[in-house]
C-alpha cells in the first residue's frame, strides 16, 4: 500500500468512527474499539537523514615490517671507469695508492729529500784575559742630547758591543748609564770600527764592553 493510499484508508476510516459516534448503534465496547483503530492509520514518520556514500581509498597501512627493502638501482651514480681508493684527478693506469702529482711509472720508495740544514750559529768569543781586545780603527764621538745639555746632565755610558769577523760592530746594548744619554751613545757605538780578531789564526766574532763619555765642557 502507497503513503497516498494509506492516508486515503484512514480517511475513510476516521469517517466511519464519526458516523458510529452520531448514530449510537454500537456499545461502549465498539465505541471503544473503532477510537482505538488500526495503528497503521498513524502517518508514518519522514527521515530527513542524507544518504552518505563512502569510497575506500587505495592506500592502507602495513599489517608488518617487512625485514628486506628492495632498492632501485636504475638512478644509480654512473660508473666513470674509476677504482676504489682512487684520487679525484688521477690518470688512467695510475698506481693505486700512489699520491696526487707523482711521477707516472714511479715506485713510491724513494727516500724523501731531506730539509736544508741551517747553517751554524756563529760563535762570538768574550774578551777576557786569554784573549786581548781588538784595536779601534776607527771612532766617531756622539752628539750631546740637547735635553741633557740643558739640564747639565753628563756621565758614561758602559755598551756592550759585538764585533763581527771583520771588525764590525753589528750589536750594541747599554749596560749602564743616563737614560738621555744611551739613544746617542748607541748611536755611536754602532758606526766604530776595529781589526778582526784572530783565534788559533781564524777571525772571530768577540764580544765585549765599551764606554761613551758625555763631558759637558766639549
Known amino acids: 500500500m502507497g503513503r497516498r493510499d494509506r492516508f486515503a484508508h484512514c480517511d475513510s476510516r476516521d469517517a466511519n468512527h464519526r458516523a458510529v459516534v452520531h448514530h449510537g448503534d454500537d456499545s461502549t465496547a465498539q465505541l471503544r474499539r473503532h477510537s482505538l483503530g488500526d495503528t497503521s492509520c498513524r502517518a508514518a514518520p519522514t527521515s530527513t537523514r542524507p544518504n552518505l556514500t563512502y569510497t575506500l581509498g587505495k592506500v592502507t597501512a602495513p599489517t608488518s615490517i617487512p625485514k628486506t627493502v628492495l632498492l632501485d638501482n636504475s638512478a644509480a651514480a654512473p660508473d666513470l671507469g674509476g677504482v676504489e681508493g682512487g684520487v679525484p684527478g688521477g690518470v688512467a693506469g695510475g698506481q693505486l695508492g700512489g699520491a696526487l702529482g707523482g711521477v707516472l711509472g714511479g715506485t713510491g720508495t724513494s727516500i724523501p729529500i731531506p730539509p736544508p740544514q741551517q747553517p751554524a750559529a756563529k760563535r762570538i768569543v768574550r774578551i777576557g784575559s786569554s784573549l786581548k781586545a781588538p784595536r779601534q780603527t776607527y771612532s766617531i764621538q756622539p752628539e750631546y742630547p740637547p735635553l741633557a745639555r740643558q739640564t747639565h746632565v753628563s756621565g758614561t755610558v758602559v755598551v756592550n758591543a759585538v764585533i763581527d769577523e771583520h771588525g764590525n760592530v753589528v750589536g750594541a746594548r747599554a749596560l749602564s748609564g743616563h737614560p738621555l744619554l744611551i739613544p746617542e ?14 783565534l788559533n789564526g781564524s777571525p772571530v766574532a768577540v764580544e765585549m764592553e765599551v764606554t761613551v763619555h758625555f763631558n759637558l765642557g766639549s
Open 185 to 198: 751613545a748607541l748611536k755611536a757605538v754602532l758606526q766604530w770600527k776595529y781589526e778582526p780578531t784572530l
